[in-house]
T-cell receptor
């Protein structure tokens, strides 16, 4: 199956800093999603981004499908951005998601 | 937006007992739902695909006789952990597919602790 690796595994930043999270995947995918898992475990979808660039407020994401990676940018970090960020991919003709290893982000006031 | 609920949100049980977890799509019908398991500080691992009106499809290494899945209606899938043991303690998350376009929505999760 598809392997999905994320880096860095842990990231600690001061409030106001910018960050870049990376997701590498081992094969062509139909879709790629970025999620934020809050401290209570709820998964919140941030982006559907199989290719190209999207922006939503302080967050943006870029997927380069030909090179099999995606980046999530968080600007002007806030303490509420803390949590675990996952990317997840699904293959063609298959809605099953394979989740990445996750990046645990901690924003310090 | 689409809402998926899970019940209970947390449960503590004794070793050897069975626990049923419900996953409901509240404002849409879902022919396909998924069950995931997440151990502490780890990623989500897909356990099985729940299909309305047919048998669930289990991922490799997941015991179908231990994790019973029933998708009896278009809005409800249940996961029953039979004869639970401490190693079954985990965070169980379901998701449901809403079509047009196909979008996967996640429930809030159920934390199971087996003593």
């Amino acid at each position: 199956g598809i392997q999905v690796e994320q880096s860095p595994p842990d990231l600690i930043l001061q409030e106001g800093a910018n960050s870049t999270l990376r997701c590498n995947f081992s094969d062509s995918v139909n879709n790629l999603q970025w999620f934020h898992q809050n401290p209570w475990g709820q998964l919140i979808n941030l982006f559907y981004i199989p290719s190209g660039t999207k922006q939503n407020g302080r967050l943006s994401a870029t997927t380069v499908a030909t090179e099999r990676y995606s980046l999530l940018y968080i600007s002007s970090s806030q303490t509420t951005d803390s949590g675990v960020y996952f990317c997840a991919v699904d293959g063609f003709g298959n809605e099953k998601l394979t989740f990445g290893t996750g990046t645990r982000l901690t924003i310090i006031p | 937006g689409a809402v998926v609920s899970q019940h209970p949100s947390w449960v503590i049980c004794k070793s050897g007992t069975s626990v049923k977890i419900e996953c409901r799509s509240l404002d849409f019908q879902a022919t396909t739902m998924f069950w995931y398991r997440q151990f502490p500080k780890q990623s989500l691992m897909l356990m099985a695909t729940s299909n309305e009106g047919s048998k669930a499809t289990y991922e490799q290494g997941v015991e179908k006789d231990k994790f019973l899945i029933n998708h009896a209606s278009l809005t409800l899938s249940t996961l029953t952990v039979t004869s639970a043991h401490p190693e079954d303690s985990s965070f169980y998350i379901c998701s449901a597919i809403r079509t047009g376009p196909d979008t996967q929505y996640f429930g809030p999760g159920t934390r199971l602790t087996v003593l």
